[in-house]
Nanobody, 124 residues
């Protein structure tokens, strides 16, 4: 049973930074694509960032490009999301997810494992 547990959410002022962590257990996810999604109240869940194992490429939503950075620690079976220059529109629950490595950039429904999320609130 794979479990993904997010942490690092909180309340920060606009312009601030947060670093989200996602720890995986139950299976080594080295060859999986690890992604971050978010869902704001009343809105659909949306893709934020992903990083695959091969060719080790990162992908970002246009709305976070240049402000967010996804990284992985294969030894710790973890993935991180460094979020800088945060804005009120970044307020959402952030979810970590894992998809099989055969996808370079999986669609949302192709992610097999999901965490329960961590809340990020940006005050103006």
């Amino acid at each position: 049973q794979v479990q993904l547990v997010e942490s690092g959410g909180g309340v920060v002022q606009a312009g601030g930074s947060l670093r989200l962590s996602c720890a995986a257990s139950g299976r080594t996810l080295t060859t999986y694509v690890m992604g971050w999604f978010r869902q704001a109240p009343g809105k659909a869940r949306e893709f934020v960032a992903a990083r695959n194992w091969s060719p080790g490429r990162s992908y970002y939503a246009d709305s976070v490009k240049g402000r967010f950075t996804i990284s992985r620690d294969y030894a710790r079976n973890a993935v991180y999301l460094q979020m800088d220059s945060l804005q009120p529109e970044d307020t959402a629950a952030y979810y970590c997810a894992a998809a099989p490595g055969r996808y370079e950039l999986p669609r949302e429904y192709e992610y097999e494992y999901w965490g329960l999320g961590t809340q990020v609130t940006i005050s103006s």
